[in-house]
């Protein structure tokens, strides 16, 4: 066990717990380098390297994790769902749906119904993405994920826009600052005309931390906002 990396890595997951991210990286960064070796450090930093595109590295951290004796199931699932990110990043689509499928069967949460609800979206099979969104909305009505996906899943599987707004409406009003929320109802707001709220969401997304999970890309927004003259 190392004493300095492990309490340099509490600082760094402190930081990032408060979305200092850039704080936290460089906290992790030193922190990794003097041996932190506590599962929870170690996977916090995992966490912020996939968000931030680091998919070699991230890999590295969690193979420094399956190594540590004694993890807890829960711990060796969440080990499988971002080693399962990692593949779909790096292309492997089907294959990360096979891990996150077969953890799923042991474990129902609401994060393995986010995650798997997005991949089943950008996997292209609209029977199967709406099944298993309706089925997450079932679980949680409330949780403006489920709903973003069920939106995106209607608009870019189905081409059914005006049943996605019904799901991109509710997911808005409990989360004002979702990236992907935003970004597909400032479409809207461009098709009828109204520039201005387009403009504002598309800067609400803008200023989001970004992830994998991700459909709107900096690089997407940025776009948008050029076409619309934004300042």
Request: aromatic letters at 10%.
């Amino acid at each position: 066990m190392s004493f300095m990396g492990n309490m340099i890595g509490n600082k760094a997951l402190a930081a990032h717990g408060k979305n200092e991210y850039e704080k936290a990286m460089q906290l992790y960064d030193e922190a990794y380098e003097k041996g932190m070796d506590k599962p929870r450090l170690l996977r916090g930093y995992s966490v912020l390297l996939i968000r931030t595109g680091h998919f070699d590295k991230a890999l590295e951290v969690l193979k420094k994790i399956e190594a540590l004796p004694g993890l807890t199931p829960a711990e060796k699932t969440d080990l499988h769902v971002n080693y399962a990110i990692i593949l779909w990043q790096k292309g492997h689509l089907d294959r990360a749906m096979e891990i996150l499928e077969d953890e799923f069967r042991h474990l129902k949460n609401g994060t393995m119904y986010s995650i798997i609800g997005y991949l089943k979206i950008e996997q292209g099979d609209a029977e199967a993405a709406l099944a298993f969104n309706k089925e997450a909305l079932d679980y949680d009505d409330t949780d403006p994920v489920y709903l973003d996906n069920m939106g995106q899943t209607y608009y870019r599987l189905v081409g059914d826009k005006e049943t996605a707004k019904t799901f991109f409406d509710k997911a808005i009003a409990l989360k004002p600052s979702a990236i992907d929320t935003n970004y597909f109802l400032s479409l809207y707001d461009i098709e009828a005309g109204d520039t201005e709220k387009a403009i504002e969401r598309l800067k609400t997304a803008r200023g989001g931390f970004f992830s994998p999970l991700n459909y709107a890309t900096p690089e997407m927004i940025d776009a948008r906002l050029a076409e619309l003259g934004a300042k």
